[in-house]
């Protein structure tokens, strides 16, 4: 859900879902501002009571993720902010984090809000962490995609046995 063509989403009869945000503590002001996107659109959805986990850095989503999967949550939503550098770290922490919570996601039927942030700059971080003069709202958009997914999920019916 980025940029131009992103889909017009409505989110309704979403307030009873049981939503975790997960979110790593590296780069404090992108992240601060993607979880105030993301507490914000659930507020907005009626879900005035998600579980929010900080964590140390976005190469402990997958873990969290998988353990609040199992846990019974509807819908979780993985924030974060990765940053290259001069080493390849960027490319195995964000190769490494994008499978980990693709499987959960996958393995668990649990849907998962990708909200991080892969830049070259924290100058781009911060245009996408929906701070004040950002161009985008990233933190917003995982929760927007993450309980979408959840409410077409729950209006499918079980298959008969």
Known sequence: MSGKGAPELSVKNCQDLRVAVIAAQWHEKAMD???DGALRALH???IDEPTLLRLPGSWELPVAAKVLAGRGYDAIVALG???RGGTPHFEYVCQGVTQGLTKVSVDTGVPIGFGVLTCDTE????DRAGLEGSSEDKGHE???AAVTTASVLRS??????
């Open 44 to 46: 907005e959805y009626g």
């Open 123 to 126: 100058e781009q971080a911060l």
């Open 142 to 144: 995982a929760v927007t």
């Open 81 to 83: 902010v990765v940053i």
């Open 33 to 35: 501002g993607l979880v």
């Open 156 to 161: 499918v019916s079980e298959p008969w046995h």
